[in-house]
């Protein structure tokens, strides 16, 4: 590695957690074109941004000090094995036809429904659910997981969150992984926190779109009101609807219907876009969060309040929403607010900034204000 000053007019070094960060301007005359800096790009052991400023060119160099943390695959496979298994079985549930025979059992208060019988080939037609619900929740963490990895931070593969369902009628309370490096600056925030809504929202729309062409139209609705849902054994689940699903709606042949049972795989580009918006929202550290704060730490704090806003307005017509709020509260440590990055200075270019607007418009798109009405 080319040994300082080279070509530059000042720089600065620092270690932050497992990275070493080198700042460097160089002189007004030069650029990172010329030999000399290009040199040093390529001998470099990292990852290297490059941004203009009146009095020259910022050079950002960061490299990994510490090898990344050993992982513990056994223990995120037999999480993924689990949540496979359980959302298979909640395939089986939300088919059609009821093929578990399922009865309400419990008190009044508490009754849930609990399968009479447990045919195969019912659990074989709930893995196709539990493959295409899975593969939007891995397509999700996987967007972060390789942004984190391509900026050179040590960060978790997956963990896969099962669940009961009688807790949850999908059988997961979804997927999340762990950064363990601290981010350099807003362009990496921005790459990470975007890369996971984008692709779960990209995926939700062909696997809603198949899901609807083999759901169930019915002429009349059990329920004023209800526009779809889905039929448990004799119990109903009315789902609402966010515009962009309302749209896909309106494209497909059940238009018209009164009363749509949705197919099991729509109920996984529904909730697709549910988890979307769940990590969407412009607060503490979710997705959200880190969009905003990359956009401008100021537009953070004023997204974060209306958000907690927002989301006790919304909690009057769905309880689950004053819940989340808790849930961000907590995450957050009793804070709403962001922690700064290493280099809040650098600049988003014009590309990361449209990639930062389009997270803000899939948010309303995808956004459905009441998920479960009564």
């Known amino acids: ?93 939300l088919a059609f036809d009821d093929p578990l025979a399922l009865r309400r059992a419990g008190p009044e208060w508490l009754a849930t429904s609990v399968p009479t019988q447990m045919p195969p080939a019912a659990l074989l037609g709930g893995l196709c659910f539990s493959v295409v619900m899975m593969g939007v929740l891995s397509g999700h963490e996987l967007g972060h997981y390789l942004l984190a990895r391509r900026h050179l931070m040590d960060v978790s593969p997956p963990w896969f969150a099962p669940a009961p369902w009688f807790l949850n009628p999908i059988g997961t309370f979804g997927a999340f992984i762990r950064l363990r490096s601290p981010l350099v600056n807003r362009a990496v925030l921005l790459d990470v926190g975007a890369a996971g809504p984008l692709v779960s929202f990209l995926l939700s729309i062909p696997v809603t779109i198949a899901g609807l062409a083999m759901s169930r139209g019915y002429p009349a609705a059990p329920f004023p009101g209800v526009r779809m849902g889905v039929v448990m054994g004799d119990g109903l689940l009315p789902m609402g609807a966010s515009p962009v699903f309302s749209a896909l709606l309106a494209l497909s042949p059940l238009r018209d219907a009164g009363f749509v049972q949705l197919h099991p795989i729509a109920v996984a580009g529904w909730f697709g876009f549910f988890f979307t918006v769940l990590n969407l929202f412009p607060v503490s550290q979710l997705d959200g969060g880190h969009v905003a704060y990359a956009l401008s730490p100021r537009v953070h704090r004023v997204a974060a309040l209306l958000t907690l806003a927002l989301l006790v307005a919304m909690g009057f017509g769905w309880a689950g929403w004053w819940f989340w709020a808790f849930v961000v509260v907590v995450v957050g440590r009793g804070r709403v607010g962001h922690p700064p990055v290493v280099d809040p200075h650098f600049p988003l270019s014009p590309v990361r900034r449209a990639v930062a607007v389009a997270c803000l418009l899939i948010f309303p798109l995808a956004l459905t204000p009441v998920p479960f009405p009564v």
């Open 1 to 93: 590695m080319p040994s300082l000053p080279g070509p530059f007019a000042a720089w600065r070094v620092v270690e932050v957690h497992d990275l070493q960060v080198l700042q460097a301007l160089l002189a007004p005359e030069r650029s990172a074109r010329d030999p000399e800096v290009a040199a040093w790009l390529g001998a470099w052991p990292g990852r290297s941004y490059e941004h203009r400023r009146e009095d020259g060119t910022e050079l950002t160099f960061v490299r990994r000090l510490r090898p990344r943390q050993r992982e513990r695959w056994a223990l995120h496979g037999l999480l993924l094995a689990l949540t496979l298994l359980t959302t298979a079985f909640a395939g089986a549930l």
